[in-house]
């Protein structure tokens, strides 16, 4: 089966740069996304990594270290619009569908 | 077109009513997905259909039946549900199934009285 970890809660202030963690374990990993939910809201895919490395989109970055199987999400400049809630997902080659880690709270404070 | 629609909004029923809970993608997906979702909880895969097929039951209890009439439209048919059901149930969509980028629609806020 797959399981993820990552915090449950994590405070910044405007402008900022937060860092969020997530640790996976999974048979045949495939790659690790990053969805945005606001309350009430439905999930929004942020970004995606399949190789190390960092990836880009704007104030938002995505790394991956496989060997350590290890991501973070990294949001830059936070906005009071960035509070939201932050899950990491796993796809893997044998079921081939996201298994989504338990979230994070982001809660940006002016 | 990059919108994934559910209808209707907001459920209320009773745990002996049928009603059930409508999804429509217009992008050419080849994937959907229901999942279930609680308060400060994840989404829970419930059934992925690939190509019109079901591809995935993740033991889901037979009170919830799923259907897809065509490659737009996705339901999931409710039956003598209990209270514990309540939630939010979202219905996703994606290029192929694997596919890492999924389409969420709002949910239906569903309460089972």
């Known amino acids: 089966g797959q399981s993820l970890e990552q915090p449950s809660e994590v405070t910044a202030v405007e402008g900022a740069i937060v860092q969020i963690n997530c640790t996976y374990q999974?048979?045949?990993?495939?790659?690790l996304s990053w969805y945005q939910q606001h309350d009430g809201g439905a999930p929004t895919f942020l970004s995606y990594?399949?190789?190390?490395g960092l990836e880009e989109t704007g104030r938002f970055s995505s790394f991956l270290s496989r060997s350590d199987s290890y991501g973070y999400l990294l949001l830059q400049e936070l906005q009071m619009k960035d509070s939201a809630s932050y899950f990491c997902a796993v796809s893997d080659t044998g079921r081939r569908a996201l298994t989504f880690g338990s979230g994070t709270r982001l809660q940006v404070q002016p | 077109d990059t919108e994934v629609t559910q209808t209707p909004k907001h459920l209320v029923m009773g745990m002996t009513n049928k009603k059930s809970l409508k999804c429509e993608q217009h992008m050419g997906h080849r994937a959907m997905y229901w999942y279930k979702q609680k308060a400060k909880k994840p989404p829970e895969l419930m059934f992925v259909?690939?190509?019109?097929?079901?591809?995935i039951n993740e033991s889901v209890p037979s009170r919830f039946s799923p259907e897809c009439p065509n490659s737009s439209l996705l339901n999931l048919h409710l039956h003598a549900l209990q209270p514990e059901d309540s939630a939010l149930y979202l219905c996703?969509?994606?290029?192929?199934?694997?596919?890492?980028?999924?389409?969420f629609g709002p949910g239906t806020r569903l309460t089972v009285t």
């Open positions: 259909y690939s190509y019109e097929k079901l591809s």
């Open positions: 990594n399949a190789l190390d």
């Open positions: 996703a969509s994606s290029l192929d199934r694997g596919a890492y980028e999924q389409y």
């Open positions: 999974t048979s045949g990993f495939y790659g």
